[in-house]
């Protein structure tokens, strides 16, 4: 490996500082005081328990805290960048190009009344200024890199119209048409059968090599197949983070060693 490469795989891509999350009404504090960095290369697994902060987490690195909660304190940066100050227009230009989002449901996250292909060629047009023709080609060839069974004929499917794992495939294809630098995966696998499950975690994978990812996951057991890097939330903390391996095998916190032990992980590889 060159140093040029050394210095690219060491890149930071999104550095939270001392985030802290407060409900509006009456500042009950849901996020205290949050560290996370993730270089690019690095998909970083978020994981813990329904109600520990994972969603709002990811809500703030992509400009989504929903309405009732607020950024009381703390930074956030994409490439050097603060975004947790954007305004709503910013956000615009931000999120769909330098972030690439991938929810759990992407039938509910989709469009229903638009084609696969005109919501991605929407998002091309819009965030590279392609024309259309341009737009479609990429969109095409965003659905092959997919592994999109059939990706010339999905391009002209309505959303109900394909299968779970095809419909995650053409939203991960969505959150990638225009190379991000950050892909955020809430909860990518939930809604999947677990065969297809193992292929979408190994496309983030394959995918995440030229950006940068955070997947969040009640899974550890999914975190383990994919990311570089785990980080456990407990009630709004982060209470472990470290190595996929260390934090699946060597977990220091209890609250991870029970993660684990209910996955049934096994032995270490
Ligand atoms: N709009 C909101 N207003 C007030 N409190 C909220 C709001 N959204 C979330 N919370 C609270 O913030 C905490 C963290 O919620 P969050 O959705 O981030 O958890 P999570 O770890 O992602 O859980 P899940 O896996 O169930 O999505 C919870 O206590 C939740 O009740």
Not at 170 to 189: C, H, K, R, S, V
Not at 237 to 262: C, K, M, N, W
């Amino acid at each position: 490996m060159s140093v040029a490469d050394l210095n690219t795989a060491h890149e930071m891509v999104l550095d939270i500082r001392k985030l802290r999350l407060e409900t509006v009404a009456d500042r009950r504090v849901l996020i205290p005081n949050l560290d996370l960095t993730i270089r690019r290369g690095e998909i970083v697994g978020l994981v813990g328990q329904s109600g520990s902060g994972k969603t709002l987490t990811c809500f703030a690195v992509g400009g989504l805290v929903p309405p009732g909660v607020r950024v009381a304190g703390g930074e956030i940066r994409l490439e050097g960048r603060r975004i947790d100050n954007l305004t709503e227009a910013e956000w615009r230009t931000v999120r769909g190009g330098r972030i690439g989002m991938v929810f759990q449901d992407p039938l509910s996250s989709f469009n229903p009344v638009k084609t696969v292909g005109s919501i991605l060629i929407e998002s091309a047009r819009r965030h590279r200024g392609l024309d259309k023709a341009a737009a479609r080609a990429l969109a095409v060839e965003t659905l092959r890199a997919m592994r999109l069974p059939g990706a010339d004929a999905c391009i002209d499917a309505f959303p109900h119209q394909l299968s779970g794992g095809q419909r995650q495939r053409a939203m991960i294809g969505l959150a990638l048409i225009n190379q991000p630098a950050l892909i955020l995966a809430d909860e990518p696998t939930t809604a999947l059968d677990p065969t297809v499950q193992l292929q979408i975690l190994a496309l983030l994978r394959r995918q995440a090599q030229q950006a940068a990812a955070l997947m969040i996951t009640h899974d550890i057991a999914a975190a383990g197949a994919v990311c570089d890097r785990i980080a456990v939330m407990l009630e709004g903390e982060i209470v472990e983070e470290g190595r996929t391996a260390q934090v699946l095998y060597e977990p220091r916190h209890p609250f991870t060693r029970s993660l684990r032990d209910a996955a049934h992980l096994g032995r270490r590889p």
